[in-house]
Every structure is written in C-alpha cells, then in structure tokens.
C-alpha cells in the first residue's frame, strides 16, 4: 500500500515493547492510576512505541531495511523487542 504522504513509498509499522521480564514502571504508574481512578478492571497494562517507516518502492527487499532498521536503531535488543507488518 502506498503512503499517503509519499505516494512512491510503502509504509511499515515497527511496534517495540518491553520484554515480558523487564519491570515497565510507565505501565504501573497508569495501571495504577487508572484502578484510583475508577477502573478497577483493568488488570494489565503495557506500554509501547510505535513508527511508522515510508520505504521507497523502488528499494529492493524494503521489508528487509524495515527489519534492519528496527534490529539496529529502534529497538534495544537487551530489554525490548519489536514487530513489523506493512501496512
């Protein structure tokens, strides 16, 4: 699918999140804030960063330099990891 903002490119979604191990005190604090709040039910919460890369379409293996991206600069490979799909 073309991007709308770069009608020559295709978009991909790079989602990165906290591996399950690693304490996320973002998500607690909300979580917590949420419950005093009123919300009782929510019983999890998890916190992510989302990007949005407009690849040109005349890059060959475009869903490779998504990856690549992700791997090396997006992501921490320690304590995070990531999800790509083309949008």
Do not use: W
Not at 16 to 42: C, H, S
Not at 65 to 87: D, W
């Amino acid at each position: 699918m073309s991007s709308p903002d770069y009608p020559s490119c295709s978009d991909y979604e790079v989602i990165v999140r906290l591996k399950p191990e690693v304490l996320d005190p973002e998500a607690r604090a909300i979580q917590e804030t949420l419950t005093r709040i009123g919300f009782a039910g929510v019983k999890g919460l998890q916190v992510s960063k989302r990007y949005v890369l407009s690849i040109e379409d005349q890059v060959a293996n475009a869903a490779g330099h998504a990856e690549q991206i992700a791997r090396e600069y997006l992501a921490n490979p320690v304590s995070e990891t990531f999800q790509i799909r083309k949008l």
